[in-house]
């Protein structure tokens, strides 16, 4: 087997949910972020690579808080929810830079 037990739960569970079509777009929606903010601010390149890392570790810090939102509520939809919060959150920001 490639990946572990665990990991393999995680990435082939949610090829049969809404969630799967939610991290392809979230996925795709960050490197338009990156690429449009490149060709808008390219003297400010260094600042948007940090931003763009900080990204990646808000990656780390969103799981937790999903899955207290979903234990509390004891919806998981909530937790989707939480993420398309944080997409919208995204989009605003692109308008704004846009």
Do not use: H
């Amino acid at each position: 087997m490639i990946f572990p037990k665990y990991t393999n739960n995680i990435l082939f569970t949610s090829t049969k949910s809404k969630e799967a079509l939610c991290y392809l777009t979230n996925w795709i929606y960050r490197a338009y972020i990156f690429s449009l903010s490149m060709q808008k601010f390219p003297k400010k390149e260094n600042e948007i690579s940090a931003i763009l890392i900080m990204g990646v570790s808000g990656g780390a810090i969103l799981p937790p808080i999903i899955g207290k939102i979903t234990d509390m509520t004891q919806n998981q939809s909530m937790g989707i929810i939480t993420i398309l919060i944080v997409w919208l959150y995204m989009v605003w920001l692109t308008k704004k830079i846009a």
